[in-house]
Nanobody, 123 residues
């Protein structure tokens, strides 16, 4: 059975930092591209960042470039999203997802999803 479990969300003031983690079980991680998406109330789920299995390639949405860093530890089946200089507009539920495909920003191509973790940034 495949599971992705996110953690690390919470309430933080603008300018602060959070580190999200995503632990995978089953076959949802080995050899898979991993990404983080987020969804704010009343909005669509948007791509935030992605990383290939080898971690040789990363991709970021323009809105987070320079502030967020995606990484992974394949030995631990864990992915991370380090979020610095947080802004109120970063408030959303953050989801990790994996796909056996090459890196893509399109959520429809991601096979496995976590349950999400809430990030709230106060002004």
């Amino acid at each position: 059975q495949v599971h992705l479990v996110e953690s690390g969300g919470g309430l933080v003031q603008a300018g602060g930092s959070l580190r999200l983690s995503c632990v995978a079980s089953g076959r949802a991680f080995t050899g898979y591209t991993m990404a983080w998406f987020r969804q704010a109330p009343g909005k669509e789920r948007d791509f935030v960042a992605g990383i290939t299995w080898s971690a040789g390639s990363t991709d970021y949405a323009d809105s987070v470039k320079g502030r967020f860093t995606i990484s992974r530890d394949n030995a631990k089946n864990t992915g991370y999203l380090q979020m610095n200089s947080l802004k109120p507009e970063d408030t959303a539920v953050y989801y990790c997802a994996t796909t056996p495909r090459a890196q893509t920003r399109y959520s429809v191509y991601y096979s496995y999803w976590g349950q999400g973790t809430q990030v709230t940034v106060s002004s």
